[in-house]
């Protein structure tokens, strides 16, 4: 059965696909460069998917696919049994993580808001609705903590935008308990993938990066739209697990 892991970047998928990658019964295919599922961080296409699913001899095969994240609907058409797993993370956090890993991190967002082309995968997911709410709130003003946050919404707001929240075999799962409650949280995980327990995939998993402190200030206009969608989150996530 395909398992694809979706979000967006620093939000936990790399200690959740760690887990993965050390569970004995599932296949994990990252996004690394030589891989022969992804190029360019996305995946070649949807015939290479279904080889290597055909091809794997374990019960899940796991596929990490961030970029890809705004056409889960055509993996869930082609693939109806997968399941799929939409991790986030609190916004502030995630900002911050994301521009320091990647400083031109606001690139694509900044461009969306000036209605310009050149956003690649990250622009090719946003819908017109998320685009003109991206225009309405950016102002001159704006810092790039902002624009990293209003990037978070926008992606993030992609969960509900696709009727994700809907489908059965979908679910969110929340970055900061993941990481301060592994054995809880995995132990639900495992319990809906049917799949056994395994003590030893828990060797990278830690809450160094949870509630970081002084972070800066938020634009108040992009503070409500993360904390509205947050909540909602939030709130999938209570519904899915509690």
Not at 40 to 59: A, G
Not at 129 to 149: G, P, Y
Not at 169 to 184: D, F, G, I, K, S
Not at 193 to 198: A, F, I, Y
Request: aromatic residues 12%; contains cysteine.
């Amino acid at each position: 059965m395909p398992l694809f892991v979706a979000g967006l970047q620093r939000s936990g998928t790399t200690m959740l696909m760690n887990v993965f990658h050390l569970h004995p019964e599932i296949d994990v295919y990252d996004e690394s460069h030589d891989s022969k599922v992804f190029k360019d961080f996305r995946v070649k296409n949807l015939q290479i998917l279904d080889d290597t699913i055909k091809q794997s001899h374990f019960p899940f095969a796991c596929y990490k696919v961030i970029c890809d994240s705004h056409i889960l609907n055509s993996f869930i058409e082609s693939f109806p049994h997968a399941k799929i797993i939409w991790v986030y993370r609190d916004a502030a956090d995630n900002a911050e993580s994301r521009l320091r890993k990647f400083p031109q991190g606001t690139r694509a967002i900044r461009l969306v808001a000036q209605n310009k082309p050149g956003g690649g995968w990250f622009a090719d997911g946003i819908s017109p609705n998320v685009a003109k709410i991206v225009r309405e709130v950016t102002s001159n003003d704006l810092t790039d903590f902002d624009f990293a946050c209003l990037h978070w919404w926008a992606r993030n707001s992609l969960f509900f935008e696709l009727g994700l929240d809907r489908i059965s075999n979908v679910r969110v799962l929340q970055y900061e308990e993941l990481a301060q409650e592994p054995r809880t949280v995995m132990n639900k995980l495992f319990s809906w993938l049917d799949l056994q327990w395994s003590e030893s995939a828990f060797r990278f998993v830690h809450a160094k990066s949870v509630a970081k402190p002084d972070l800066p200030e938020l634009h108040p206009k992009i503070e409500v739209l993360c904390d509205e969608l947050k909540e909602r989150l939030d709130r999938e996530y209570a519904k899915d697990w509690y």
